[in-house]
């Protein structure tokens, strides 16, 4: 069964440095999208991707966050400088289209110390 | 029922038995609604969806039921079982896409033998 698949499984960083996420969508699918998930906390949306472009993004999502679809497989999330609060577990996921279902990954544990 | 922070409502059952969660969305213009369950250390799974213009949808051994009135979700899990403990998240559409989604904090299912 095609599924959404994250990598890292967990990541670790400093404070400051920058943090690219991974993510391969399954393969007919779409439309990207990235979500964030701290500990105790609800699922958030952070953003979405379509057309090699965003179109949706919420204010979580500031100049600190950036994605990209780099070739025709991967899709990444980048924190350029990654503070203590963005420790959480993020979600990539995918749909067919704008009116479906939209598939999660298996997330990626970020840890900022 | 809905919660915030640290304490997600639990919900006990006992296997063999059905399982109601319920769960109170907030934007009356949403038109789509969606159920997940995630197990610990994995991400969301979709479970089943619905349309506004709908007000049952019936799955594998799941069902869900929306009151548009009342702003109400619930999903219904027949002949629970051992391996539907976990979180079980609704989640309503955000904007245009059925992607974009904004969750609720959770209900904690835990199947007793």
């Known amino acids: 069964e095609p599924e959404v698949t994250q990598t890292p499984s967990h990541q670790v960083t400093q404070m400051g440095q920058e943090v690219i996420l991974r993510c391969v969508p399954i393969s007919n699918h779409l439309y990207f999208y990235w979500y964030r998930q701290i500990l105790g906390q609800k699922v958030e949306f952070l953003v979405s991707f379509y057309n090699n472009e965003i179109s949706e993004k919420s204010e979580i999502f500031d100049d600190q966050f950036s994605v990209e679809r780099p070739d025709g497989s991967n899709f990444t999330l980048k924190i350029r400088s990654t503070k203590l609060e963005d420790s959480a577990m993020y979600f990539c996921?995918?749909?067919?289209?704008?009116?479906?279902?939209?598939?999660f990954g298996q997330g990626t544990r970020l840890t900022v110390v | 029922g809905e919660s915030v922070g640290l304490h997600l409502p639990t919900l006990s059952v006992q296997e063999g038995d059905n399982s109601i969660i319920n769960c109170a969305y907030s934007n009356s213009a949403s038109d789509y609604f969606i159920w997940y369950k995630q197990e610990s250390g994995k991400g969301p799974q979709f479970i089943i969806d619905?349309?506004?213009?709908?007000d049952k949808r019936q799955g594998q051994r799941v069902t869900v039921l929306l009151n548009k009135t009342v702003k109400h979700l619930s999903l219904q899990i027949a002949a629970t079982q051992p391996g539907d403990s976990a979180v079980y998240f609704c989640?309503?559409?955000?904007?245009?896409?059925?992607?974009?989604?904004?969750f609720g904090a959770g209900t904690q299912v835990v199947v007793t033998p």
């Open positions: 989640a309503e559409n955000l904007g245009d896409s059925w992607g974009k989604l904004q």
């Open positions: 996921a995918s749909g067919v289209g704008r009116y479906t279902e939209a598939f």
């Open positions: 619905i349309r506004s213009n709908m």
